[in-house]
């Protein structure tokens, strides 16, 4: 994604800016930036925008599974290809905790139902 911005040429990348709010009447109409934050030239600088994307990143919040549970470089939790599975009999994974690649919401609701439907199953056989 950051390739690709780089070469987009209507983007214009704002490098050692940091956003401190946004102004508006009723609407977003700008954002002040601080411009070299904590260091020499600090400024604060005004820009006119009518929009406002935060990007959160996607780095999955699973360190507290890390002890207990199979993850990959990222932290993405493993499950047994086709399922929800963890390499812990009895716990389950889904949504993006556990996928890598598509992230969205109908997906996670996907997996989110094969977690249900493992977990129903694991008990049901556990206590036949
Ligand atoms: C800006 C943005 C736009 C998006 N747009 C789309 C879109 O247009 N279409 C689409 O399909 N998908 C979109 N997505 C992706 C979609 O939101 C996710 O794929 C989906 O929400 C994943 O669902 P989830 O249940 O796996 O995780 P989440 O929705 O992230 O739910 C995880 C929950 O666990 C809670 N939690 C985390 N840690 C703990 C803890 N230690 N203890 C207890 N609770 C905890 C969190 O507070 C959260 O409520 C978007 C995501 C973002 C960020």
Not at 29 to 49: P, Y
Request: aromatic share 8%; glycine share 10%.
């Amino acid at each position: 994604m950051a390739e690709r911005t780089l070469k987009t040429p209507n983007i214009e990348i704002l490098w050692k800016h940091q956003t401190k709010n946004l102004f508006g009447d009723g609407v977003v109409e700008g954002a002040t930036l601080v411009k070299n934050s904590g260091e020499e030239g600090e400024e604060e600088v005004k820009i006119k925008i009518d929009g406002f994307f935060l990007a959160i990143g996607h780095t999955p919040n699973s360190d507290i599974f890390k002890d207990y549970l199979e993850t990959d470089e990222v932290g993405y939790i493993k499950t047994i290809p086709g399922t929800s599975k963890t390499k812990v009999q009895g716990v389950f994974a889904c949504g993006d905790v556990q996928d890598s690649h598509y992230r969205q919401a109908v997906t996670a609701a996907g997996s989110g139902c094969m977690a249900a439907i493992d977990a129903e199953r694991y008990l049901s056989e556990k206590n036949s």
